[in-house]
């Protein structure tokens, strides 16, 4: 896939130098219970997002207390998506796992290399088309509420909508990148590059560190993203699981 040469680093905000990469380690917790608090539900150590928005879960801790927050967050046989942990109590039904990588953008931040009017802001009145996109590429949990999460760009040809990137998680002086997804017609354009390119500049200009998660298999995008600066930080494994019924 073929991209324009990034530019080089500029002086690092020292803002965004100081952001605490060990929120990385549990970022789903410390976006619920930080800058996205008002997205939450919470139940003492547990908390989620609306799952119209998205089906991410959050934990203080993996201690059976709790897993048993969670559970009554949830309600009985609910689905969550979370970033597996180590410990799970009797009575959870996993339903999938995979294997990704966390990676962090470089301190002095990934920047646009020239104006680029052919990306397009995306908000409430592209909402269906995003979803229907979401649904042809698979590139991970999107429902019909995530658009709400904000940052959204994307390609337009002839009118329809065949490529976009936005925001998910916002851990402190964290902004996660998501949904970076290309219709089949489209690839091998470099669409990829400039959309992630335009988010990662937006999230440094609020003085944000940007980091994304992709599938470990995905060998094709982990090349793209090490081309624009990010880095591997750890691997992180992702599971989906269904709530005690009884």
Known sequence: MP???????????????????????????FALTGPQTSLAVRQGA????DPAMSPFVGMADDSDASWSDLARLLGPGAPAVMFQLGHVPAGWTQTFSGLGLQMI???AGVTDSVDDPGLI???SDDAAEMFELAERTMP???ERRT??????VGVRRDGVLVAMAGERLHPPGWTEISAVCTDGAAR??????RLVRRVASSIAERGDRAMLHVAASNTGAVSLYERLGFQIRREVAFAAYLSPTV
């Open 121 to 123: 802001a995306l908000g």
């Open 46 to 49: 547990a908390a989620r997002f």
């Open 3 to 29: 991209d324009a040469d990034v530019p080089d680093a500029d002086v690092p905000d020292p803002d965004v130098a100081d952001a605490d990469e060990s929120l990385l380690d549990n970022p789903a917790w």
């Open 188 to 193: 091998g354009q470099g669409l990829a590059g």
């Open 105 to 107: 953008a470089p301190v």
């Open 140 to 142: 991970g949990p999107f």
């Open 147 to 152: 658009p709400e999460f904000g940052g959204y």
